[in-house]
């Protein structure tokens, strides 16, 4: 298998009328504006930042402002030079987005609250969170100053637009005056396709050497002597939230909740259900990268689930079809309770899969005595019933951001905490890790983070949702396939 000099790639859009990658809508649409346009600080295969379009990045002793040197050898598809005045403000469009919600980086205002341009090749930045992940929030796409909100703005990638037709097709030519290594890949013809099955089609006719698909039906395609079919991670992260706020028997106690996770075979369900379209993880960061801390408290173990249940008073009654029953008191009486939850799950348009997840979670909890109704809602439902927690179990989708902190799903209060989970332990920890500035102790406490996260039990996490490249010509020789970069690395093949 040869890399050729042209490529003609597939995917799903219907949506992106626009170029600009600072209001992208569709996540796969990214794997190609990543190719045109770059940022201040990049992401390697370990998931560290490595200086980009900055030749040198350098913080104040209190790191809330830092210094950064653009280099000198860049400029943009039109022959512009880069310069501090361009960085400025794509920072100051992703802040104004920000201030409704809107944009693909709105998460820059919770580091930068302003910049400031030193000279042609140097700006400040002051950020409210001086702490490692600062360098996360870098990588976002730098445009010309006066094309920030262009509809196909230049970029300073190693690939440029020859034409946009939106819904239709997207062509791509190598930038020959690139900064770093100039393409092997001289063209890329995107054809955009509105449903996975005409794109899996055309894959299987030959109409394009390459297609990019988040669907769990690609996990059909095997690896072989004509056909790669190279995995991807997203950053959506799949979980099974339980509803542990005070009243909200028996969820409230976390002997129950780890009775839950251990009775799961979440692997078996993920190679079931998505055919190896998920990376199973346990905790809120990827598994196999320097963020993440393995537990044993999450293996698969039915029968601690059961030796924990009856620590806690839930003892099988055989005459009810083996449910589990305990007698707690309410206004004084002693009250007959069986082990009966409900698990509320959304669909997404083109996704049947969560439905057969959520009935797989039934089949095991029924396994060890737990009765689970499963209800199949919209999102809106979805959306209202965790907001004001009015749920027993559900399974719900979180967009992680590209810094590792997962701080918005654990701290008390927060944005994602839809659980009602509260610990004084886990809020210190959350608070210090932003205050780490050296990369040791950062990467210590986020491993604090996840043991803390392991003994508590807020939640389940089961796995990031993959995609998958199928290519039959262009492959890459970076180790970390993963979203929106799924395309890294393939400009520099043959060298």
């Given amino acids: 298998m040869t890399m050729d000099a042209n490529l003609s790639l597939g995917m799903i859009s219907v949506k992106s009328v626009s170029l600009n990658p600072l209001v992208a809508e569709e996540r796969e649409f990214q794997s190609l504006t990543a190719l045109i346009y770059e940022g201040l600080f990049s992401l390697d295969d370990d998931y560290m930042p490595q200086l980009c379009l900055a030749a040198s990045c350098d913080s104040t002793t209190d790191g809330k402002r830092w210094t950064v040197r653009l280099r000198p050898d860049v400029s943009f ?23 409704s919600n809107q944009g693909q980086y709105n998460q820059l205002k919770f580091f930068i609250t302003s910049v400031s341009v030193n000279s042609a090749d140097s700006l400040q930045i002051t950020v409210n969170r001086p702490y490692y992940a600062v360098r996360f929030a ?4 730098v445009l010309k100053r006066d094309q920030v909100q262009a509809v196909m703005p230049y970029g300073t990638g190693p690939f440029k637009v020859d034409t946009f037709d939106p819904a239709n097709y997207l062509y791509l030519s190598a930038n020959e005056n690139y900064w770093g290594r100039v393409p092997t890949v001289k063209t890329i013809n995107v054809t955009f396709k509105a449903t996975n099955r005409d794109l ?23 690896t072989s002597r004509t056909n790669l079919n190279i995995v ?19 969820l409230n106690n976390e002997n129950v909740r780890k009775a839950i996770r251990y009775a799961i075979d979440f692997d078996n369900i993920a190679n079931t259900v998505y055919m190896g379209m998920a990376k199973r993880t346990d905790t809120p960061l990827p598994a196999g990268t ?34 589990r029953h305990t007698v707690v008191t309410e206004g004084g009486k002693q009250v007959d309770k069986r082990l009966r939850l409900g698990l509320h799950v959304y669909e997404e348009q083109d996704n049947s899969v969560r439905v057969q997840v959520a009935g797989m979670i039934a089949d ?51 944005t994602g905490n839809y659980t009602g989970y509260r610990s004084t332990a886990m809020d210190k920890l959350c608070k210090s890790l932003r205050e780490k500035r ?46 929106p970069e799924i395309l890294r690395g393939i400009e520099n093949i043959g060298y």
């Avoid at 794509?90 to 987005?97: P, S």
């Avoid at 089609?201 to 095997?222: F, H, K, L, P, V």
């Avoid at 997203?234 to 009243?247: G, I, V, W």
């Avoid at 986020?446 to 990031?464: G, R, T, V």
């Fill in 77 to 99: 598809h039109d022959g512009t030079p880069l310069t501090a005045y361009d960085v400025e403000a794509t920072i100051n469009e992703i802040l104004r987005l920000a201030e």
């Fill in 138 to 141: 870098l990588p976002f796409p």
């Fill in 200 to 222: 899996i089609q055309d894959y299987e006719y030959n109409r394009i050497d390459a297609a990019i698909t988040r669907s769990a039906s690609a996990g059909q395609y095997q």
């Fill in 232 to 250: 991807y991670r997203t950053r959506q992260l799949e979980t099974l939230l339980m509803n542990h706020s005070a009243n909200s028997f028996p």
């Fill in 290 to 323: 320097w963020m993440y801390q393995d537990n044993e408290a999450y293996a698969y173990n039915p029968a601690k689930a059961r030796e924990i249940l009856e620590g806690e008073g839930w003892k099988v009654n055989e005459r009810d079809g083996g449910v």
């Fill in 364 to 414: 095991y909890l029924a396994a060890v005595g737990i009765e689970v109704h499963v209800e199949t809602v919209n999102f809106a439902q979805a959306s209202s019933r965790l907001s004001a927690r009015n749920y027993d179990m559900a399974i719900v989708a979180f967009q992680m951001d590209v810094a590792p902190d997962p701080g918005f799903l654990l701290m008390s209060g927060n």
């Fill in 438 to 483: 050296e990369f040791s102790e950062y990467q210590l406490t986020l491993h604090e983070i996840q043991n803390q996260f392991a003994n508590d039990c807020p939640f389940i996490c089961m796995w990031f949702r993959a995609g998958a490249l199928m290519t039959r010509k262009v492959f890459t020789t970076v180790r970390d396939v993963r979203e």
